[in-house]
């Protein structure tokens, strides 16, 4: 049962949000900038994404935990 208990944690899911929220900012600033910037900008939103998709996924296993 105590498995149970950490799978259904409040906190997983809080930080299961904040991933979604930044991997869609950084899908949102590739798009915005994509029509005449530099590789810089592209780079950024790449890290902002890559950053999302860490969170989720440590989030994602601690549940499976």
Same mark, same amino acid.
């Given at each position: 049962?105590?498995?149970?208990? *950490?799978? *259904? $944690?409040?906190?997983?899911? &809080? #930080?299961? /949000?904040? $991933?979604?929220?930044?991997?869609?900012?950084?899908? !949102?600033?590739? !798009? $915005?900038?994509?029509?005449? /910037?530099? !590789?810089?900008? /592209?780079?950024?939103? *790449?890290?902002?994404?890559?950053?999302?998709? #860490?969170?989720? #996924? &440590?989030?994602? !296993?601690?549940?499976? &935990?």
């Amino acid at each position: 049962m105590e498995s149970m208990e *950490n799978a *259904n $944690a409040e906190g997983h899911y &809080k #930080l299961l /949000t904040v $991933a979604i929220v930044i991997g869609i900012v950084g899908v !949102f600033l590739r !798009f $915005a900038g994509d029509a005449n /910037t530099g !590789f810089m900008y /592209t780079s950024i939103s *790449n890290v902002i994404m890559i950053i999302g998709i #860490l969170i989720a #996924l &440590k989030c994602v !296993f601690a549940i499976m &935990k």
